[in-house]
């Protein structure tokens, strides 16, 4: 079965740091584009960064960029997110989920892992 | 950062009514928009792709149309499990964007 598995949210008081970790099982990570989308509770879906097969590209949301890192290790057919100097308003449930490929969109989803940041 | 509107925020129906979700972006994304559906507690899921075309597994009522700026989805007739909520999402440019959901709800 195709799935994706993430762990590592938890909570955090501001300023702190968290690293989230997906794994992938029943297909590739190297062959894909890979990426975390957050939902803030009782919100909407935003997307949070994404990054090339290979490593050699990433991207994200300007509210994330210089405090979060997205990395991959495809050897352990895995994804992750270092995200540093929180806020209350990266609350949210992280979703990793990869990009099918020529279908431009997420096609399969993790069941999401929950970041509260407070005090 | 292309914005993507959805409307109505909300859309109250009964089963066998048809549902039109409208999702207009703020500049062309080209065909390069999908729909997916979440349920409470559950992650989204993909329904639709390319601005048309239905994921693997997405019962033939579910339709995709449009493309540039204006989009649509389209359900014929509901069904007890398509109440949830509907998001759109550009992947024409980074950033990536979503829209702010449809809400289904029965009437």
């Known amino acids: 079965e195709v799935q994706l598995v993430e762990s590592g949210g938890g909570l955090v008081q501001p300023g702190g740091s968290l690293r989230l970790s997906c794994e992938g099982s029943g297909f590739t990570i190297s062959n894909y584009w890979m990426g975390w989308v957050r939902q803030a509770p009782g919100k909407g879906l935003e997307w949070v960064a994404d990054i090339k097969q290979d490593g050699s590209e990433k991207q994200y949301v300007d509210s994330v960029k210089g405090r979060s890192t997205i990395s991959r290790d495809n050897a352990k057919n895995s994804l992750y997110l270092q995200m540093n100097s929180l806020r209350d308003e990266d609350t949210a449930v992280y979703y990793c989920?990869?990009?099918?490929?020529?279908?431009?969109?997420?096609?399969?989803w993790g069941q999401g892992t929950m970041v509260t940041v407070s005090s | 950062e292309i914005v993507l509107t959805q409307s109505p925020a909300t859309l109250s129906l009964s089963p066998g009514e048809r549902a039109t979700l409208s999702c207009r972006a703020s500049q062309s994304v080209s065909s390069h928009l999908a729909w997916y559906q979440q349920k409470p507690g559950q992650a989204p899921r993909l329904f639709i792709y390319g601005a048309s075309n239905r994921a693997t597994g997405i019962p033939a009522r579910f339709s995709g149309s449009g493309s540039g700026t204006d989009f649509t989805l389209t359900i014929s007739s509901l069904e007890p499990e398509d109440f949830a909520v509907y998001y759109c999402?550009?992947?024409?440019?980074?950033?990536?964007?979503f829209g702010g959901g449809t809400k289904v709800e029965i009437k």
């Open positions: 989920a990869r990009d099918g490929s020529s279908l431009r969109a997420f096609d399969i």
């Open positions: 999402h550009q992947r024409s440019s980074w950033p990536l964007t």
